[in-house]
C-alpha cells in the first residue's frame, strides 16, 4: 500500500492564488470515510438550521427586497473585455425574469412601486409623460395644470405606484443614477408617506445609441443645459470639485464647439449610460485613483450590463413600439395611445456635419455605451420574441398598440425639444 503524503502545491496566476497565503496551500492525506461522514452530517444539519433561521429572523427591510430571480442570475458576468466581476449583489429588487418565470403581476393594490431611472437625452421625458398621461388606469394619475407634477396613486390609497420626476420629482437627485436610487428610494418613501412599508421594486430605463445620445446631449449643452444639481451621490457622499471639476466657467457652457465639449476629460456625457447603470461604489465612486483605468472600466461595464439585465424593463429609444410591447406585456398595463417613433432629431443632423476625426473621438469617448448599447440590444430581441412567442394573439396586439376603448389622442413629443425642469437652476 502506497504511503500517503502531504503534498504542497503552488498556485500561480489563479484567482485563488489571492486569496492564499504566499499562493501556497496543502493537500491533506484522506481522511477515514466515516469521519468525512459526520462531518457532511453535521455541516447539513448546519446549514438546514441556518435557513430556518434566517427566514424566521430576516429582518422585513431585507427580506422585502430579496427575490429569487437572483438566484437565476448567472454568478459570473463576463463584460468580454477582461476578467469576470464576480459575486456581485443587487439591490434593484423584483427583475424581468422575476415577473415572466414566475408570472408575477404588477400589484398596485399593494405595495409595488415602479422607479424610473431617467437617464439624460434618452428620450426618458416623453416615456415619464406617458407614464403618467397615458396609462389606462383604475385610478388615472391627476396632473393640475399649473405644476410639472403629477398624484398618481393607487386605486385605494394616497400612495404612489411610481417614482419618477413627475411624480415625486427628483427626490433622489437631478437625473440619479443606479447608485444613488437604490441607496435613497426606500427611505425617501417611507418620509413621504410617513411610515415603514415593505415594498417591491421594479426598476425601469431607457436606453439610446449613444453616439446620437452624446450628440444630443452636446447640442442640449450648447444651448445652455448645466445639470449642475445633479449631486453624483456615492459612497454616502457627493462627488469632490477635485473628482469632477467644471468644463467651463460661469454659469453655464452655452455656445460650447464640439471638439471643447469633447476635449474636457471630465465631461460626463461620454460613456454617461454605462456610468448612471453600474455600481460606481465597485470602482471608488468618482475617484479614479482607486483602480486602474482599464479595471475600472471593465468592472464599470460589467457592472452595468448586469444592473440592466436585471432591470424589470428597459426600453430602446430606437424601437419605441417595441418597447412599447414589452412594458405592456411585462407590467400587464395598457397605454392608451401608440408610441411615435422620431426619428428626426437635432442630433440626427448634426451627425452629417461630423468630420471623420470628430466621428472617431466620440466613438472613442462612448466606446463602453457602444458595447452597453450592442447588449442592450440584443438583451430587448430576445425578449420581445420570448413575449410574442407566448402570444397567441400577437399579430392583431402589435398592429393595433395603443387602441383601447374610449381612449384616443396621443401625446407628441419631440425628445430634444422638451425641457428639463430643473436643468437651469437645480
Not at 430587448?380 to 396586439?397: Q, Y
Amino acid at each position: 500500500m502506497k504511503d500517503l503524503r502531504s503534498v504542497s502545491v503552488q498556485a500561480i496566476e489563479t484567482d485563488i492564488a489571492l486569496l492564499l497565503p504566499h499562493g501556497v496551500y496543502e493537500i491533506k492525506p484522506m481522511e477515514h470515510r466515516s469521519r468525512l461522514k459526520s462531518i457532511a452530517f453535521f455541516c447539513i444539519a448546519l446549514a438546514v438550521s441556518g435557513i430556518v433561521g434566517f427566514g424566521y429572523f430576516c429582518p422585513d427591510r431585507v427580506c422585502a427586497l430579496s427575490t429569487r430571480g437572483y438566484d437565476a442570475l448567472p454568478t459570473v458576468v463576463n463584460d468580454g473585455m477582461g476578467r469576470p466581476l464576480r459575486n456581485i449583489n443587487s439591490k434593484i429588487g423584483l427583475s424581468y425574469d422575476d415577473m415572466i418565470n414566475d408570472e408575477f403581476s404588477f400589484d398596485m393594490n399593494s405595495h409595488d412601486v415602479i422607479v424610473f431611472l431617467h437617464m439624460q437625452k434618452t428620450g426618458g421625458t416623453s416615456f415619464g409623460k406617458h407614464l403618467v398621461h397615458d396609462l389606462d388606469l383604475k385610478r388615472p394619475c391627476i396632473c393640475p395644470s399649473d405644476r410639472k407634477r403629477c398624484y398618481c396613486f393607487r386605486p385605494h390609497s394616497n400612495q404612489s405606484w411610481l417614482f419618477s420626476r413627475y411624480t415625486t420629482g427628483w427626490q433622489c437627485g437631478l437625473h440619479a443614477d443606479w447608485t444613488e436610487l437604490t441607496n435613497c428610494v426606500d427611505q425617501k418613501l417611507d418620509e413621504m408617506e410617513g411610515h415603514v412599508a415593505k415594498r417591491r421594486y421594479f426598476y425601469i430605463t431607457l436606453v439610446r445609441e449613444p453616439v446620437a445620445r452624446y450628440l444630443s446631449e452636446f447640442r442640449h449643452v450648447q444651448r445652455g443645459a448645466t445639470w449642475k444639481g445633479s449631486r453624483h451621490f456615492c459612497n454616502g457622499r457627493p462627488a469632490s470639485i477635485q473628482e469632477v471639476p467644471p468644463c467651463f466657467k460661469g454659469e453655464d457652457w452655452e455656445g460650447v464647439e464640439l471638439d471643447e465639449f469633447m476635449y474636457c476629460d471630465s465631461n460626463l456625457a461620454a460613456n454617461r449610460q454605462t456610468r448612471m447603470l453600474a455600481d460606481l461604489e465597485l470602482i471608488g465612486c468618482y475617484n479614479k485613483t482607486y483602480m486602474p483605468s482599464v479595471e475600472r472600466d471593465h468592472v464599470m461595464l460589467a457592472s452595468a450590463k448586469r444592473n440592466l439585465a436585471s432591470m424589470a424593463f428597459f426600453g430602446l429609444t430606437e424601437y419605441q413600439k417595441i418597447s412599447q410591447y414589452v412594458f405592456e406585456e411585462t407590467f400587464n398595463l395598457r397605454f392608451a395611445v401608440p408610441f411615435e417613433q422620431n426619428n428626426s432629431t437635432l442630433s440626427s443632423s448634426t451627425m452629417p456635419t461630423l468630420t471623420p476625426e470628430q466621428a472617431a473621438n466620440i466613438a472613442r469617448l462612448n466606446s463602453l455605451d457602444i458595447e452597453l448599447y450592442s447588449f442592450a440590444k440584443k438583451l430587448m430581441f430576445e425578449r420581445f420574441k420570448r413575449l410574442k412567442g407566448r402570444d397567441k394573439n400577437f399579430a392583431e396586439r402589435f398592429k393595433r398598440l395603443g387602441e383601447l376603448p374610449l381612449k384616443n389622442g396621443a401625446t407628441e413629443f419631440d425628445w430634444d425639444k422638451l425641457e428639463d425642469d430643473a436643468v437651469q437652476s437645480a
